[in-house]
């Protein structure tokens, strides 16, 4: 027998080996404990660990959690702030140690209102180039310039350009003298320095730089969460981007205000319906928008809001604590009226790090599908609610199938609205 067929016995023998005893249960349930368990203050976890093993305690004798078990599985219950080692005993003998973290209890009040979002940009938004008919042609001094769309102009001469009739003054005396404005422009967060002459527009008999602009945006969308001690609010789970640019805004200030659903434009195959709603008829301002993210705008409430259903902090949900199965929204699709919607959860990613559509989800709700042929544009924001806890939110819908879409998990969300419920546990246990 050669060296090269005694080493493919041996080779053979060793992955046959492997391969059963991964289907050892000794093994298996090593593989089934996690690394580590987060959960908060007053809520349970169920591990599914056999008779076969035992859970010693907490190695450092903080009692955050209490333990208790059956002949097929392990439950924990948080019940103080704090971190732990929990030592997993197997015939005696310790096979494995989970670190256990236990958060503050954390509420939020859900949202699922109709609101109207104002926002405006940091200086002006370039969302084109124009030619100008001069004496010599067509010509645009901003693509002269170098100035791109999608460029945000924050500063003319030195002075600083918040709106876009800041512009104008600037630019007439310039053309004048025919001296050129000395632009501070934002591209890609960096800043870019350069000079326009304005031209004459031989039509007009006025100046002009050859550039669209814009100060502001506004749209619609649905509240997703306050947090009532705070009054620090979340909505719309994804980032509001220009219209014409496709990038997202870069916001100075902004407000939201009340607004009232007047019609739905159904969602098909190919093309996603639309909420079409009006702002409140006194435009009252209800909180500002300091945030604009990847999910969604933030800022602080200046009125409370009701949805008169679930107007009560409800606790909110991990990542790695939602399931599939099913769900519920809360979303407007007539007047100002809050309604609750039966969806389903398809599946969900625990996520360890912020990332957008943790979520895909599906429109069961006959009436819902009545209504508006599933997830339509102006929905997102929706809350998503399981088990009695605010999970996320749904943010965009499948083009190729408006019964479905994506949502985010309320975790993020609540890191951008400054809410950090690690980092607020954290301090407590440094504070006692």
Do not use: C
Not at 56 to 68: H, P, R
Not at 131 to 148: D, H, L, R, Y
Not at 364 to 370: A, C, Q, R, V
Request: glycine letters at 10%.
């Amino acid at each position: 027998m050669t060296t090269e067929i005694i080493r493919k016995i041996i080779g053979a023998f060793l992955l046959v080996s492997l391969v059963a005893i991964g289907f050892l249960k000794p093994v298996q349930t090593y593989v089934e404990i996690p690394k580590e368990i987060v959960l908060f203050e007053n809520q349970k976890e169920q591990l599914s660990i056999p008779a076969s093993a035992a859970v010693k305690g907490f190695q450092n004798n903080e009692q955050i959690a209490t333990i208790a078990g059956t002949n097929e599985s392990l439950s924990i219950e948080g019940t103080e702030s704090g971190d732990g080692d929990m030592i997993v005993e197997m015939a005696g003998f310790p096979i494995k140690k989970v670190d256990v973290k236990v958060l503050t209890d954390f509420k939020v009040i859900p949202g699922g209102q109709s609101i109207g979002v104002k926002l405006n940009s940091q200086g002006v938004l370039v969302v084109g180039h124009h030619q100008i008919e001069t004496e010599k042609g067509k010509q645009s001094p901003g693509e002269i310039a170098g100035v791109q769309v999608g460029d945000i102009i924050k500063k003319i001469n030195g002075a600083p350009i918040e709106k876009m009739s800041d512009v104008t003054p600037f630019v007439q005396s310039a053309g004048k003298t025919g001296e050129p404005l000395d632009l501070v422009v934002v591209r890609d967060e960096k800043e870019i320095k350069t000079k326009l002459v304005p031209l004459k527009d031989k039509n007009e008999h006025s100046y002009r730089i050859g550039l669209y602009i814009r100060d502001s945006a506004a749209g619609i969308g649905t509240m997703t969460f306050y947090h009532p001690e705070s009054k620090k609010y979340g909505a719309l789970g994804h980032v509001i981007s220009d219209m014409d640019t496709k990038k997202p805004i870069v916001v100075d200030d902004g407000q939201i205000i009340r607004s009232t659903v007047t019609s739905i434009q159904k969602g098909a195959n190919g093309s996603p319906g639309e909420k079409h709603a009006r702002f409140s008829s006194e435009k009252e301002v209800i909180g500002n928008i300091t945030r604009n993210s990847p999910f969604g705008i933030f800022g602080k409430l200046s009125k409370d809001m009701q949805n008169g259903i679930m107007d009560q902090p409800l606790p909110v949900a991990l990542s790695h604590q939602v399931k599939e199965g099913p769900a519920q929204i809360l979303t407007v699709v007539d007047n100002d009226e809050v309604q609750l919607f039966d969806i389903e959860i398809v599946s969900t990613v625990p996520q360890k790090f912020p990332a957008t559509k943790g979520m895909v989800l599906k429109v069961t709700d006959p009436e819902l599908l009545k209504k508006t042929g599933g997830i339509v544009q102006g929905m997102s924001g929706s809350p998503i609610i399981q088990d009695g806890k605010v999970i996320g939110a749904v943010t965009h819908v499948f083009v190729n199938d408006p019964t479905s879409g994506y949502g985010v998990h309320i975790e993020w969300m609540l890191n951008e609205a400054g809410l950090d419920i690690y980092e607020e546990s954290s301090e407590e246990r440094k504070a006692s």
